[in-house]
């Protein structure tokens, strides 16, 4: 923990916060002895164990086996999604900032054999290959106070939903149906939206950058900085110095070199991230097309990324409100950044892919209790970082 706050302070703040979670997440068991489980779940997540398996988070709750720790995730009822929406309305308590961006990316979870729901041979940048694993798609708030998950959604392979027999074998509802990792990613978006989720922009990376998200996304005002492949068209309606049309990436290699920027993306593991980057306004629309009563302009635009080292580029669809600096959309770009360090701390220090259980309900409930230790812990370091430190008293009064 960084800011003003002491580390007597910030202990106080981690067990307020703790004692809070827990109050408000305890109507969602229905047994006393249920939650008190889930309690204890949550505390060990907490906790500085190596690894967060079933027997060494028993061991650390006092039980004599993973007995319990497998009924909270398995056969016990209670609603995985109750507690996805107390983790939500957490962050927004603690971190709510109405220029945040939600940032929607996907992590894989390495498996072996083929019970666990949704494992298949799929990619993952997790293993930077294809192999058997299950692909979780998770959507981060990311404030100027801190970044933590608000949505998850266990994405399911043709090969699962085909299988009714498969289905049921892995406890899945019999109203989940194939949905594209796209399709997942405007649910979570949707249901932020109607929570009342305060953000005004969108970032993805390609898989998600175009059709349904976009079109979802103007209709509700929202800007977004959306990744898109290199062969994706673009073309100009009357904006910039020079008539626009062709792929990202003729487009990219056309433009004069005075026309790309040298701007951070915002600090990483190994200092500034600095880029390259090419701004192409294409047209400016009307916002009331789209979202009744916005009567605001908006730009759609191409935005590109360069690195400076071995030239390697990216391209992203844009639609941000007129008046938009470069700057902007490169800070909202880079919060990217943010859910791959979200993934990384989340599976290294509370055990995220540490899930032993194969179910659909398993999966959701063990992520989502994962998400509310990240969070909490989240909310105490932006409360910690917020106060003013305290006045040191001068060498000649310390005597």
């Known amino acids: 923990m960084t800011g003003g706050a002491s580390v007597e302070e910030t202990l106080s703040l981690l067990v307020t916060g703790l004692r809070t979670v827990k109050e408000k997440m305890r109507p969602l068991f229905g047994q006393a002895r249920v939650a008190v489980s889930a309690e204890h779940y949550l505390e060990t997540l907490l906790g500085n164990l190596p690894r967060k398996t079933g027997w060494q988070r028993a061991e650390a709750a006092g039980d004599?086996?993973?007995?319990?720790?497998?009924?909270?995730?398995?056969?016990?009822?209670?609603?995985?999604?109750?507690?996805?929406?107390?983790?939500?309305?957490?962050?927004?308590?603690?971190?709510?900032?109405?220029?945040?961006?939600?940032?929607?990316?996907?992590?894989?979870?390495?498996?072996?054999?083929?019970?666990?729901?949704g494992v298949g041979r799929q990619y993952t940048g997790s293993a930077g290959k294809i192999t058997n694993c299950q692909i979780g798609v998770f959507a981060a708030y990311v404030s100027p106070r801190g970044h933590a998950f608000v949505d998850?959604?266990?994405?399911?392979?043709?090969?699962?939903?085909?299988?009714?027999a498969r289905l049921s074998s892995a406890s899945v509802p019999t109203d989940v149906?194939?949905?594209?990792?796209?399709?997942?990613?405007?649910?979570?978006?949707?249901?932020?939206?109607?929570?009342?989720l305060s953000f005004e922009w969108v970032a993805a990376d390609s898989v998600y950058g175009v059709g349904e998200i976009e079109m979802g996304l103007r209709h509700a005002a929202k800007g977004y900085v959306l990744g898109v492949a290199g062969n994706h068209w673009f073309n100009s309606w009357g904006?910039?110095?020079?008539?626009?049309?062709?792929?990202?990436?003729?487009?990219?290699?056309?433009?004069?070199?005075?026309?790309?920027?040298?701007?951070?993306?915002?600090?990483?593991?190994?200092?500034?991230?600095?880029?390259?980057?090419?701004?192409?306004?294409?047209?400016?629309?009307?916002?009331?097309?789209?979202?009744?009563?916005?009567g605001r302009a908006?730009?759609?635009?191409?935005?590109?990324?360069?690195?400076?080292?071995?030239?390697?580029?990216?391209?992203?669809?844009?639609?941000?409100p007129t008046g938009t600096t470069l700057e902007k959309l490169v800070q909202v770009e880079g919060?990217?950044?943010?859910?791959?360090?979200?993934?990384?701390?989340?599976k290294n220090e509370f055990g995220l892919d540490h899930n032993e259980t194969r179910s659909w309900h398993g999966?959701?409930?063990?992520?989502?209790?994962?998400?509310?230790?990240?969070?909490?812990?989240?909310?105490?370091?932006?409360?910690?970082?917020?106060?003013?430190p305290k006045k040191?008293?001068?060498?000649?009064?310390q005597a």
Not at 71 to 97: K, P, S, Y
Not at 363 to 388: C, D, I, Q
Not at 392 to 397: F, G, I, M
């Open 64 to 117: 004599g086996g993973p007995w319990r720790q497998q009924a909270l995730l398995g056969r016990t009822q209670w609603n995985a999604d109750g507690l996805r929406d107390i983790v939500r309305d957490h962050v927004q308590e603690t971190l709510g900032d109405e220029d945040a961006v939600l940032v929607i990316d996907e992590t894989g979870f390495l498996k072996k054999g083929k019970a666990s729901c």
């Open 152 to 164: 998850r959604a266990l994405y399911l392979p043709k090969a699962w939903t085909s299988d009714p």
């Open 177 to 196: 149906a194939f949905a594209t990792k796209p399709s997942l990613a405007r649910q979570m978006i949707e249901r932020s939206l109607r929570a009342g």
């Open 239 to 294: 904006l910039g110095e020079r008539p626009v049309a062709g792929e990202a990436r003729d487009i990219a290699r056309n433009a004069p070199e005075q026309a790309w920027v040298s701007l951070s993306a915002g600090h990483g593991t190994k200092g500034e991230r600095q880029y390259d980057w090419l701004w192409c306004p294409l047209a400016e629309l009307n916002g009331a097309d789209y979202t009744a009563g916005d």
């Open 298 to 320: 908006w730009i759609r635009g191409l935005l590109v990324r360069r690195n400076p080292t071995d030239g390697d580029l990216a391209y992203f669809t844009v639609w941000c």
């Open 335 to 346: 919060t990217r950044w943010r859910i791959e360090e979200g993934f990384r701390t989340a």
């Open 363 to 388: 999966w959701h409930r063990h992520v989502s209790l994962v998400m509310l230790a990240y969070a909490l812990m989240a909310g105490v370091r932006a409360e910690a970082n917020a106060r003013p």
């Open 392 to 397: 040191r008293l001068s060498n000649a009064y």
